[in-house]
């Protein structure tokens, strides 16, 4: 897991936390807060995902390389 991976599941975490004392509390601006924050965290999550994908993807083409070049 990388840097935005694991921050955007601490902020979608938060966020649910801050949803849940919303509607404990009846107060529909921290809910909304809330879900701000788990969408925030959601997005995050995907931009580190796709990172993650990317190097993969580049470590996989570096292991198929055997060195030579197209003609």
């Known amino acids: 897991m990388n840097e935005d991976q694991v921050k ?3 902020e979608k975490v938060k966020g649910k936390i801050n949803e849940g004392v ?9 809910e909304v807060k809330g879900d701000a924050q788990q969408i925030a965290g959601e997005a995050r999550k ?3 995902d796709a990172q993650e994908d990317l190097k993969d993807a580049a470590d996989d083409a570096a292991e198929r390389d055997d060195g030579t070049t197209a003609p």
């Open 46 to 48: 995907e931009v580190g």
């Open 22 to 30: 919303g509607k404990m509390t009846d107060d529909s601006a921290q």
């Open 8 to 10: 955007g599941v601490g």
